[in-house]
């Protein structure tokens, strides 16, 4: 992400956004390749400027009260091909290169894994690598 030809120079780019109360956007995360959602994840200022200078995202947890970045702990990086903003400026789309094919903390390749089937949610996605083995139990 490090070219930012096409915007405005320094930070005056996250001025175009409409930040909640909270100062935070919301950001979906795309594969780039496949078009498929993985994630959908909390971003200030701080994460927003430090994934494009970085190249790959980092997100605000909003039960840590911290900066996030993604894979941190996991090593299931993203690496960031493209940040766009939705029409009403609310809504931040990164298009990403998923590091070893898991975005969600379920050991899931995407984080929307249920669907909706007779009234009740069902998984419909395999579960890639048992989250234990990933973070460690508790």
Request: glycine share 10%.
């Amino acid at each position: 992400m490090k070219d930012m030809s096409n915007t405005v120079n320094g930070t005056d780019w996250l001025e175009a956004i409409r930040w909640t109360a909270d100062g935070l956007v919301p950001a979906i995360a795309q594969d780039s390749a496949t078009g498929d959602i993985l994630m959908m994840a909390w971003m200030n200022r701080e994460s927003l400027r430090l994934t494009a200078e970085e190249g790959q995202a980092v997100y605000w947890s909003r039960s840590r009260g911290k900066l996030w970045r993604k894979g941190e702990t996991s090593g299931h990086q993203q690496v960031v091909k493209d940040i766009r903003l939705d029409c009403d400026e609310d809504v931040i789309l990164l298009k990403v290169e998923q590091k070893g094919g898991i975005a969600c903390h379920t050991g899931r390749r995407s984080c929307f894994y249920r669907s909706l089937k007779d009234g009740q949610w069902v998984g419909v996605e395999p579960v890639i690598k048992d989250p234990d083995a990933i973070y460690g139990s508790n």
